[in-house]
């Protein structure tokens, strides 16, 4: 069946139908166009500390040369980076792909078994850390092929006295950085001494280069590493920038980075497209501190800002938030999971900005769908196919279905991954003999081409024979005013099968299980109302934010 795109005639003017993936060869070859043009503007910022274009080229090469001239790495060996947002980590990203080399990026926040699991899945034969969590990486080491161990702290790019003073507070005052013991390990700062030493060879990376190993699935099992190209990555870039770029000014953006550049979400909106730009990236180390992240805000004026719906409410609810400027603001893109209207009307009054929704995976590099940049106001759908992109929704025979039909959503483009590490029967599972990804999400499509999440294969609640889909459960009680965070899951039920559970942290302490249920009543038909009501002090989040209703479920059960 050939797929009709009717999304395509409500493209916004300037978008392309198409986009060009071999205007760049790989990744290196996008930032080296940003460096010749923007060289001496400012690249990244973190703690106040800014690098130009030009000192991310110079130090990046160092790192680079250091892992070839040094550490005698060979083209497509894997190089861990365990870090939150700060400096050191464009530098290193950037450093090991222009070296031809992979990224693994890891979580900082992982327990021992965690890491143990991707290290030796991904056969990492060295590990970039940040001091507070090299203790974990001490753990692991004996069972792992990794060889090299580059340790750093939070302040070593910051400068004199500044650095100094970070890592002092960090070590002796907050107690943040556990004792280690690795005698073999190499500081940052002396690795890029090293690489200074050495010419960077010129080396050739092409488009079926694995440029990320990127961890997923860590929900639904063991995590499995997707493999992503850097054509995967131009092309999504390309993809993006299209999108975008009717209303970005070169050279001019301001970003706000606070999802992790660990996460995919994060790592190509803001870390690639737009470095395209030549955009300044803040990146923002620690976001769960939200007075220290509204103080932030406040240091300057931003143009873009991405996150997760968890993120926007948190700011939502931060004294302070309200005495931002918002004047150079145009663009602010939801990801990572659903965003709930109630959320995206508060940050419309808030800001005057619509809160974009745009849909992806770890698979798509990550965008698939975007809605469009000049959307009046928050509408529910994840949006349209980005360029060059098809997205159909299928049931489970693998059959299209027609519009308004809810199956599994599949998308095809140059932006899904080469497949799973290792994984050949796992890829097969996920990526079918047409080419299409099957996405795991439940979903619809409207005759104008727009797409509707309706949630998670695995979330669904079955309520005697009725899908539930906890996102309207959740979206409907999120509206009520005492009401911070909400998570609806399905708990086992003797005479339904299934019966829907809300998890709630309140705004409002008077907040009242009757309450909740009076509302849900007045709003939800009657299999869809909640038949248990726990409130609790806050809810199980993943590393960027989103709510883990497996936990809940499997607590339930």
């Keep these: 069946m050939t797929t009709q795109r009717p999304w395509l005639a409500q493209y916004p003017a300037g978008v392309p139908h198409q986009i060009d993936v071999d205007e760049f060869a790989s990744i290196p070859a996008v930032l080296e166009q940003s460096i010749r043009q923007f060289g001496d503007r400012p690249a990244f910022t973190s703690m106040g500390k800014a690098l130009t274009y030009a000192q991310v080229d110079e130090l990046s090469r160092q790192f680079a040369a250091y892992l070839l001239g040094e550490l005698k790495l060979k083209k497509g060996d894997r190089v861990a980076i365990m870090m939150p947002n700060c400096l050191q980590y464009p530098i290193a990203t950037f450093g090991i792909l222009r070296a031809g080399l992979t990224v693994v990026n890891v979580n900082p926040m992982y327990t021992a078994r965690e890491l143990r699991h991707q290290m030796v899945d991904s056969g990492a034969s060295v590990i970039l850390v940040l ?11 004996a069972d792992t092929a990794l060889r090299h161990v580059v340790t750093t702290g939070l302040g070593d790019m910051l400068g004199f006295p500044k650095g100094a003073i970070v890592n002092f507070v960090l070590r002796n005052v907050k107690k943040m950085v556990p004792d280690y013991d690795i005698p073999s390990a190499v500081r940052f700062r002396d690795a890029l001494a090293l690489g200074s030493k050495h010419e960077l060879p010129d080396v050739s990376i092409t488009h079926e280069d694995i440029a990320f190993l990127q961890y997923t699935g860590g929900t639904t099992g063991v995590a ?19 999108w975008i770029g009717t209303n970005v000014k070169l050279g001019q953006e301001v970003i706000v980075t606070a999802l992790p550049l660990y996460h995919i979400f994060a790592l190509t909106a803001n870390g690639l497209v737009f470095m395209k730009y030549g955009a300044k990236n803040i990146l923002i180390t620690n976001p769960r501190d939200m007075p220290g992240f509204v103080k932030e805000l406040k240091r300057e004026p931003f143009t873009a800002i991405t996150g997760v719906n968890t993120l926007f409410n948190g700011l939502l609810n931060t004294p302070g938030f309200d005495e931002i400027d918002f004047s150079k603001l145009h663009l602010t893109l939801g990801g990572g999971m659903a965003v709930q209207r109630a959320v995206a009307e508060r940050w419309k009054k808030a800001t005057g900005v619509t809160l974009v929704e745009a849909y992806g995976l770890t698979e798509t590099s990550p965008a698939a769908c975007i809605n469009p940049m000049d959307l009046a106001d928050y509408n529910g759908a994840i949006g349209l196919p980005v360029p060059s992109t098809d997205v159909c929704v299928k049931d489970e025979d693998g059959n299209q279905l027609p519009v308004g039909e809810v199956g599994e ?30 996405t795991g999400d439940m979903a619809k499509m409207d005759e104008k081409g727009f797409f509707y999440i309706v949630d998670r294969k695995k979330d669904m ?17 999120a509206m009520m005013p005492g009401v911070l965070e909400v998570a609806a899951v399905g708990v086992p039920d003797d005479k ?31 299999y869809k109302q909640p038949k248990f009501v726990e409130f609790r002090d806050e809810l199980p989040k993943t590393n960027v934010g989103k709510i883990l209703r497996r936990a809940l479920r499997d607590e339930a059960a």
């Design 224 to 242: 499995k590493g997707a493999m992503l190209t850097h054509r995967n990555l131009v092309a999504n870039m390309q993809q993006a920038s299209a």
């Design 131 to 141: 001091d507070n969590f090299a203790r974990t990486v001490q753990e692991v080491l």
């Design 409 to 438: 959503l599949c998308v095809k483009g140059p932006q899904v991954m080469k497949g799973y590490w290792n994984r050949p029967e796992e890829t097969a599972a996920a990526i079918d003999a047409d080419g299409w990804l099957h």
């Design 496 to 526: 339904s099968g299934e019966a829907v559970k809300l998890v709630i942290v309140r705004k409002d302490p008077a907040l009242t299980v009757e309450q909740v249920k009076a509302h849900a009543r007045e709003n939800l038909t009657g």
């Design 461 to 477: 609640i079955l309520v005697s024979g009725f899908n539930v889909y906890p996102n309207e459960i959740e979206d409907v009680v």
